[in-house]
């Protein structure tokens, strides 16, 4: 009987020493894995905070058209035979290159020197001219406005917005997020690392 008590002691302390060498490890893990991807996983969490913090003005702005719910979707019904798309304002696709060519390769990683030389572009719908702005997300999570904007050109798919002006860039993960002009709703968005 004592060497069955002697053994449920020593079980019962070596399963707690195990559950906490197994939680010790997961602590550590995580700190390690926090180290190692820092950047990536504030970009990660900017780009998710955005998202979120779209939403109220989403709301705001449903809530604040008032009015008939006819006249709306008569408005709604008539945007839907101009884009070709049910409901949806028309898809932008941003991406930067090197040198002034749209058909250079796209970048998703850069050097702060390659900085200075990358042209940002922005593809569209064609037929459906739009006016666009550009924000931009540096690595800390602040917001900037990029360029005064630009009208988009029927005639063509993809047209160049200008220089990416950032001096003395930090590294770390960038996004670059496309509004259609009078709109708070992100119609594409692209997002890039710069390195030392």
Request: proline share 5%.
């Amino acid at each position: 009987m004592r060497d069955a008590l002697e053994f449920g002691i020593k079980s019962f302390f070596a399963g707690c020493l195990g559950f906490l060498g197994v939680i010790t490890m997961v602590v550590v893990s995580t700190v390690l894995f926090g180290l190692v991807f820092k950047s990536q996983i504030q970009g990660l969490q900017t780009n998710i905070t955005g998202k979120f913090q779209s939403i109220p003005d989403m709301l705001s702005q449903e809530s604040s058209d008032g009015g008939d719910e006819t006249s709306s979707m008569d408005e709604a019904s008539s945007m839907d035979k101009e884009s070709g798309n049910a409901g949806e304002l028309p898809g932008l696709v941003v991406y930067i290159t090197e040198g002034t060519h749209p058909d250079n390769q796209k970048l998703t990683t850069i050097t702060k020197v390659q900085a200075a030389n990358v042209a940002i572009w922005v593809n569209f719908p064609a037929g459906s001219p739009v006016g666009i702005n550009l924000e931009i997300t540096l690595p800390d999570g602040t917001k900037h406005p990029l360029g005064q904007g630009f009208d988009t050109d029927p005639a063509v798919n993809t047209s160049y917005y200008g220089k990416l002006n950032v001096v003395d860039p930090a590294a770390g993960i960038y996004i670059l997020d496309a509004f259609p002009e009078g709109n708070s709703y992100t119609t594409g968005t692209f997002q890039f690392n710069i390195t030392e």
